[in-house]
């Protein structure tokens, strides 16, 4: 049954991919959020299922059949469904068909073909995005890795026609090429010290080993594994793809570059929880990392005038969050954020993509406003997510967030707890200032227009100026926002902490999932809970003071974002001015592109067009196959003189040979 | 004593009959000769107690295929071979190639020899057949052939079709279907 | 009784004969005779070692290869039939071209 | 013909009787000197019964002035014959042209070596120790008989090759084309008959077709090979190059066939060598289908009348086939031979091989 999860997306794409062309578009969209929808039932009944089992069982494992067995290593297609797939199945299947339902008014204007293809690749998707969760081994998660990185890239690119689109999808593809790389490395490195691949026997096994002191052989396969969740979650250094993303057409955005995909990486770390507890070394790069990307993503998101491009940079300071939290070893808070994010991101980008269909393909934020009164779903569906993101309780984001924080602060990196302070009230801040420039005040126009961003979504149907009468989202997007909406409000209520009365279900749900499979693992779980619980309690005090600060921060940046970009625009411009390098900095995002392109790319390609292709290439393997040629040729022409045609020359050889071999058995 | 006399008489005919058949020029003369020598050779047989193979022999040897062999050679009226060219083309005739032939022969000689000087311990036979059991030879023979040498047996057979067909093939005019 | 070692020597000459037909004749019948002069040489060999050797197997093989000698003439002399119709020539060297 | 020399086991006794040691050897002198005769004598009786039958059945009389009713024509015949004049032509090869006559009766001859005709006598209490009648009694007769009749084909062919006449030359290539692909089912069908009997011995083979089933019908192979015997017998008249498949010399088409160029003695080996073919085929086919000497009834002392009575039977249907049955068409031929006679006799030795293993078994 699990096996059907992924196959009902699976069979959608093969309907879809084969003779989409010739279903009209109702079929054609229909069949995709339909097929959608049912993994969707068919996850909630496989949870439902494991829900009702005792702590310690939580898990059905379901083996398909042995894939490669050679030598002793055993990799069988095997799915698993426990705590934490359960909550990444029903998160991508849930938010997909949604993001499904959506789209199929989103790119209502493609002809038939097109949609179809949107749609086959949108399911091929689900369907590899599932197999990367359920998948119950390194490998066949890595199928499923490998299978999203390629349908986002043809996601990317899905308007081919589109130079910038076909550029970002390489981009993406190559740099996620990267980060596999170091991720494939990590797979081998795995399997030279435990022998196997598959999830629950290397827990197992680590969590006989003490953890790493010094920086040894788990530290660098952790490392490995961690530069490939860098690459598929967008951290630094291989977060330049996901801003370029935004390409795509705005529900994959949605779904791939914000909801479910590159939120696979902080899944892999969960999935391997105990592994990457063993290598605090690692652990502290990861906090790091995830800190400093959170914040730099948050500078930058703060003066980009892309609509899309600050979802993006929020997506990767969001991310950057959830990183921090896997590092200060708070997987629980990690994929509660994870969870949230899902909805209220997801939202925000079906929001804005809302915003972009009603201006028929205006992205830059500077050219909308006053779109308060004419959209008035989007803009207070918008409004939920931006509060949400912004993290005003009692909303959904208010309380994953606060979680990492506290844990940050308790696990006593205090310094990284700061900077989540800051990158939470940055969040704020620049949320609203995209909800003030977008919603508020009046429509502007001096802006150039990005029109040919979007050539396509520019509809025939909409013949009409943008400064007409614009009509809101149309029925099925407004479902999916308003579902999205009540999920941002209601989602985070599943894990209230303690300290405001709550259970953390959702934290007691997890913990089975990050502790080693060993014998009573179901004890063992239970005394992580009730530990867990003991400290919290203990700290119920400091995290509510933390809540405050916090919540207080984010209000003031939503004050300060309303004050700078509705009372007194003046100022923007005056800072702007005024501190015109920093400005420029960050609006060309630190010039990192440029500074990758220039220390990486450009010596690449010449390395590849003088050295590998004019120097080896040319030189050696077209030299070394000609020359094996021409020494063919030439031995040839030899050997033809023995075949001189006549049958006694022939049989004289053949009598030498005789001779030879009876004085070879009589004489040697 | 007999016995050694027919062994020799047998072995100067078959002996003498092939030195003539390649000492022929004529095709036909060869192949009436090269019929004698077998029949030599098919007394041979029979001194060795295997009157079944001699019988075979001409049967199979001077009965069919050497009648093969003339009829092809009426068939195609076959020429006499000219001396003329001999010693032009024969590429064994230039005097180098045939110092070495020369030379390879008297080695060949010499393993020869050699080889055959060691099977001297090997002079009286292992359970001496008699004729009378010739007929049960005849059974043990089939029954071996049918049992141990069944996969030689079948192949004999394939290469045997694939000889007529392809004989058939070859001997096709062009043209004529 | 007459030993091993006569037959096998008798059997040596006859094959040396064969081969030094086909290596000096210039007829492609008469190659052919010699070929089977090699043949019935082998032949020989291997009755008398059976007879020796007290077992039936080099009689069996010497079936073999007489079917194998069959074979041989069969569709060597069709070979010959289709040269000579091509070259009006039994001479093997008149062959050393390997396609017309 | 070694073949048949070497492998030819006179039956010695250990003689009980004084006057035996020098009796024996007289008596199978006496034996071999009697069948060789008696072949040459048969192939003139043969010459004058087939002109006397062909006579009969065209209502006519047949020689008639020598001797009386003619008897004495086969005489007068070799008289002419020997004395006509000996020519060779021109460019014929001086020794194959010899060589081909002689050949072709010697093989006849020595074919019939190992038939035995007849069952063991002490011709009267003369002997103690019985004597087989028949040359040579071997124990691979049949295969013998087989090589030697495959021999004959050399006669024919050489004489066709020898005269250096285009009428020989054909005669003598349609000679050996024709009896190649009639050898094999003639052995297919002889290698039925070995089965079920079991034996390669003629007269092992004749003893056991002796008795009778349910009193009357002779045990005779021909009723358990009535398709061999049919096959045999039809492959036997055209390896004896007898009419209607005597192309090596229809005279029709080829003068003479083979022996167009031959005259005089040389010329008369021919017609004697094939009769005395017909005889020897004709008395294998006896001993192979027909029980040989036996028949019920007859005590066995008198086994070697029936024998003649049987071969003067075969013989004289090969006289009548000949006056009656017209001359096939050679592609008739050779098709009717490859097409149907052979894959037939396969059938047949494929059937019988089953029935006997599992009769056996």
């Given amino acids: 049954m699990l096996a059907l999860i992924p196959l009902l997306p699976f069979a959608g794409f093969v309907v879809n991919a084969t003779l989409g062309r010739r279903l009209p578009k109702s079929v054609s969209g229909g069949l995709a959020s339909l097929v959608m929808l049912a993994s969707f039932v068919i996850s909630v009944m496989s949870v439902m299922q494991i829900a009702g089992r005792p702590v310690g069982e939580r898990a059905i494992q379901e083996l398909l059949y042995t894939w490669i067995a050679s030598g002793d290593l055993k990799i069988d297609v095997a799915f698993r469904v426990d705590t934490l797939s359960a909550v990444m199945i029903l998160v991508i299947t849930g938010i997909g068909s949604l993001i499904h339902i959506y789209s199929t008014a989103y790119m209502h204007d493609e002809s038939d073909g097109e949609f179809a293809r949107y749609f086959s690749y949108l399911n091929l998707f689900a369907s590899f995005m599932l197999v990367l969760v359920l998948g119950a081994n390194f490998p066949l998660m890595f199928v499923g890795w490998e299978g999203v990185g390629l349908c986002s890239y043809l996601l990317i690119g899905f308007w081919f026609k589109k130079k910038s689109a076909n550029d970002a999808g390489k981009k993406a593809f190559v740099v996620n090429r990267i980060g596999d790389y170091a991720f494939l490395l990590g797979m081998f490195a795995l399997f030279a010290k435990f022998g196997t691949l598959d999830f629950q026997q290397i827990a197992s096994a680590v969590s006989r080993l003490p953890p790493e002191a010094t920086f040894g052989i788990l530290s660098v396969t952790t490392l490995l594994l961690f530069i490939g969740a860098t690459g598929k979650s967008a951290q630094i250094p291989l977060y330049v793809w996901l801003p370029d993303a935004m390409e795509g057409p705005t529900p994959v955005s949605a779904l791939i570059h914000a909801a479910t995909m590159v939120t696979a990486g902080v899944y892999m770390i969960g999935r391997n929880a105990v592994l990457f507890e063993h290598a605090p070394q690692t652990m502290l790069i990861v906090a790091v990392i995830g800190a400093a990307t959170a914040l730099m993503a948050g500078t930058i998101g703060l003066v980009q005038n892309d609509i899309k491009r600050v979802l993006a940079y929020s997506t990767v300071s969001q991310l950057g969050y959830m990183f921090l939290a896997m590092g200060v070893g708070a997987f629980g808070a990690g994929i509660f954020h994870l969870y949230t994010h899902a909805f209220f991101k997801a939202l925000l980008f079906l929001g804005s993509g809302a915003v972009i269909h009603a201006l028929h393909g205006e992205q830059d934020i500077r050219n909308m406003g006053g779109l308060r009164k004419e959209l008035p779903i989007t803009f207070w569906t918008f409004v939920i997510g931006a509060v949400a993101i912004a993290g005003i309780p009692p909303l959904a984001g208010f309380f994953s967030k606060d979680e990492i924080l506290f844990e940050t602060y308790v696990e006593g990196h205090q310094i990284l707890w700061v900077v989540g302070m800051i990158t939470a009230v940055l969040t704020a801040t620049y949320m609203f200032r995209l909800v003030f420039l977008t919603f508020w005040g009046e429509r502007r126009q001096e802006a150039p227009a990005a029109q040919d961003s979007h050539g396509h979504a520019t509809a025939p149907s909409h013949g009409h100026g943008s400064s007409s009468h614009l009509h809101d989202a149309p029925p099925a997007m407004a479902l999916a926002l308003i579902v999205l909406a009540i999920g941002s409000v209601a989602a985070g209520w599943i894990g209230v902490p303690h300290a405001l009365g709550g259970h953390n279900e959702l934290h007691t749900w997890l913990e089975p999932a990050f502790s080693a499979p060993a014998a009573g693992a179901a004890a063992e779980g239970a005394t992580a809970a009730a530990e867990g619980e003991a400290a919290a309690g203990s700290h119920e005090t400091l995290e509510r003071m933390l809540m405050g600060v916090s919540s207080l921060g984010a209000a003031a940046g939503i004050w300060f974002a309303y004050f700078v970009w509705v009372k007194r625009r003046s100022i923007a411009e005056n800072a702007a001015r005024e501190f015109a390098p920093i400005h420029r900095l960050l609006l060309n995002k630190y010039y990192v592109d440029e500074i990758y392109d220039a220390a990486l790319v450009q010596p690449i390609k010449v390395a590849s067009q003088e050295g590998l292709w004019r120097g080896f290439d040319v030189k050696i393997i077209d030299g070394a196959v000609n020359g094996a040629a021409a020494i063919v040729n030439s031995s040839a022409t030899l050997l033809r003189r023995l075949q001189t045609g006549s049958v006694r020359t022939y049989a004289g050889s053949l009598f030498v040979g005789v001779v030879a071999i009876l004085a070879y058995y009589l004489w040697l | 004593m007999p016995e050694i006399i027919t062994f020799y008489l047998f072995a100067a005919l078959t002996v003498v009959a092939s030195l003539l058949v390649i000492g022929q020029r004529n095709p036909m003369y060869s192949v009436m000769l090269l019929i004698v020598s077998f029949g030599g050779l098919s007394g041979l047989y029979i001194q060795l107690e295997a009157p079944f193979v001699a019988v075979a022999q001409i049967i199979i040897y001077a009965g069919a295929i050497m009648v093969l062999f003339l009829f092809v050679v009426m068939l195609l009226n076959a020429p006499k071979e000219d001396a003329a060219d001999w010693d032009r083309t024969h590429p064994l005739r230039q005097p180098g190639v045939t110092r070495w032939g020369t030379v390879l022969a008297g080695l060949l000689i010499v393993q020869l020899t050699t080889a055959l000087l060691a099977v001297r311990e090997f002079n009286t036979p292992v359970g001496a057949q008699s004729d009378a059991s010739t007929v049960n030879s005849v059974h043990d023979m089939g029954r071996s052939i049918f049992t141990r040498h069944t996969f030689a047996f079948e192949a004999t057979s394939l290469l045997i079709l694939v000889a007529m067909v392809g004989a058939v093939v070859l001997a096709r005019r062009e043209g004529d279907q | 009784m007459i030993p091993l070692s006569h037959y096998l020597i008798l059997s040596a000459t006859l094959f040396a004969i064969g081969a030094a037909g086909v290596f000096l004749r210039k007829n492609l019948i008469t190659i052919l005779l010699s070929v089977e002069i090699m043949l019935n040489a082998v032949n020989l060999t291997f009755v008398a070692f059976s007879r020796f050797a007290g077992d039936l197997d080099g009689q069996i093989i010497t079936f073999f290869v007489m079917t194998v000698a069959a074979a041989e003439a069969a569709v060597g002399l069709a070979l010959v039939i289709a040269l000579f119709r091509h070259r009006e020539s039994l001479n093997p060297d008149a062959f050393t071209s390997l396609k017309w | ?361």
């Fill in chain 4, 1 to 361: 013909m070694h073949a048949a020399g070497a492998v030819a086991r006179p039956a010695r006794g250990d003689g009980g009787a004084l006057m035996e040691p020098f009796i024996r050897p007289v008596v199978i002198g006496a034996m071999i000197f009697i069948v060789f005769n008696a072949l040459i004598i048969a192939s003139a009786i043969l010459v004058l019964a087939e002109r006397k039958i062909m006579g009969f059945m065209q209502q006519r009389y047949g020689p008639y002035l020598v001797g009386p009713h003619g008897m004495l024509q086969p005489i007068a015949d070799i008289l002419k014959l020997v004395f006509k004049e000996e020519l060779r032509p021109k460019g014929a090869d001086k020794w194959l042209f010899t060589l081909a006559p002689v050949l072709s009766v010697v093989t006849a001859f020595v074919a019939f070596a190992p038939v035995p005709f007849g069952a063991e006598t002490t011709l009267f209490g003369l002997l103690d120790e019985p004597i087989k009648l028949g040359i040579a009694d071997m124990n691979v007769a049949v295969l013998v008989v087989f090589a030697v009749t495959s021999m004959g084909v050399y006669g024919i062919v050489l004489a066709g090759w020898a005269s250096n006449s285009k009428y020989s030359l054909f005669g003598g290539l349609r000679a050996s084309a024709q009896m190649i692909s009639y050898e094999l089912a003639y052995a297919t069908s002889l290698a039925a008959v070995i089965l079920l009997a079991g034996s390669l011995s003629l007269r092992e083979i004749v003893d056991k077709q002796d008795g009778t089933w349910l009193g009357l019908l002779p045990q005779w192979y021909l009723f358990l090979q009535p398709i061999g015997f049919l096959i045999y017998v039809i492959a036997g008249v055209a390896e004896t190059n007898r009419a209607p498949f005597d192309f090596p010399e229809a005279e029709q088409e080829l003068v003479a066939g083979y022996n167009t160029e031959y005259s005089s003695v040389r010329f008369a080996l021919f017609p004697q060598a094939e009769y005395i073919n017909m005889v020897t085929m004709s008395a294998v086919a006896t001993n192979l289908y027909l029980g040989g000497w036996h028949f019920p009834g007859v005590p066995v002392q008198f086994g070697w009348i029936v024998f003649l009575a049987k071969v003067s039977v075969f013989l004289f249907a090969y006289i009548w086939m000949r006056w009656t049955v017209p001359r096939y068409r050679y592609d008739q031929l050779m098709m009717f031979g490859w097409k149907y006679l052979f894959p037939a006799s396969v059938v047949n030795l494929i059937v019988t091989a089953a029935l006997v293993l599992y009769l056996n078994a």
